[in-house]
């Protein structure tokens, strides 16, 4: 189904370059693990059928992880009605909509296909937004969904998973292995190899998706803004959010940050100070930024 979400050519320009970049590296470290041992087809098969589980039931493992529950729209009428009207107006099916109990403001959106999505909030989020600050936040999730970003994260998570997996495998063989015979240092050569190329690929895919997931909260915020023709409101939401989850102490954060990459804002506390390189989400500030500039445009045009 088309939505009326605009079609984000940055954003789709990206999402081929990570693939590409990503598929040259997923060539190279399957190479190099044929060459290196032979049960490299048992290992992906086996890592792939994780993958395919995780692709499959994402909706399911996510709302289970933050403990989250489907709400009918005769539980939560306001909600589904914010989210109904703002699917009427990007031409997109509404998805599923579920409400986590717990005082972190924040949404996310999970699921293999728009048929299947879910759409959660936190509880502590709908306690602190207004309707047009709501409107805003999920606008950005839906956004989400329009642009199959759960589709394409779990996809370009693949071979870090691969690798972190062949990684640990090797380790763990070559601890407990129990061969000592006189290929024993071969062995152990061969071991050091996988690890190597199994970590040198992990960190190459970590940081490539690293970088298309905070590209990709860049394209929600700005479909999202668009969408409500609101920016302003999605800004007032972003900082309000940021500045309460910088209040909530790190210690009840750490359980959640496993999301990160699928929140609407991250969950890290006030003393944590990540680079760039290495966060999943742009900078207070530049999404700030882009949407003030998003506002004048829209005054331009008005």
Known sequence: ????????????????????????????????????????????????????AQFWFSDRIALYAMRARIVTPQEAPQLHGIIDRLCATANMPPPRV???????????????????AVLCVTTGLLQRLNGEELDGVLAHELSHVAHRDVVV??????????????????LYSSMFGGSRDRRGDS????????????????AISFLLIRALSRYRELAA????????????????????????IARIPSRDLRA???????????????????STLLSTHPSLEQRLDQLARIATELGREA
Do not use: C, E, H
């Open 256 to 274: 959640d940050q496993a999301f990160n990459a699928f929140f609407f804002a991250p969950a890290l506390g006030a003393d944590t100070s990540l």
């Open 98 to 116: 579920a409400i986590a109990d717990t005082d972190m403001p924040n949404a996310f959106a999970a699921g293999r296909s728009s048929r299947r």
């Open 1 to 52: 189904m088309q939505t009326r979400f605009r079609p984000d050519r940055q954003l789709a320009a990206r999402m081929t370059l990570t693939m590409f970049l990503l598929g040259l590296v997923y060539v190279a470290f399957i190479a190099a693990l044929v060459v290196l041992i032979k049960s490299v087809v048992v290992i992906v098969f086996i890592v792939g059928a994780l993958v395919w």
């Open 153 to 170: 994260m779990t996809t370009a998570s693949f071979l870090g998973v691969v690798a972190g997996l062949v990684a640990r495998f090797t």
């Open 187 to 202: 062995l152990f050569l061969l071991v050091l190899a996988v690890m190597a190329v199994s970590a040198a690929v992990y």
């Open 221 to 244: 915020d700005r479909a999202g803004a668009i969408l409500t023709g609101r920016p302003s409101s999605l800004a007032s939401a972003l900082t309000k959010i940021s500045g309460d």
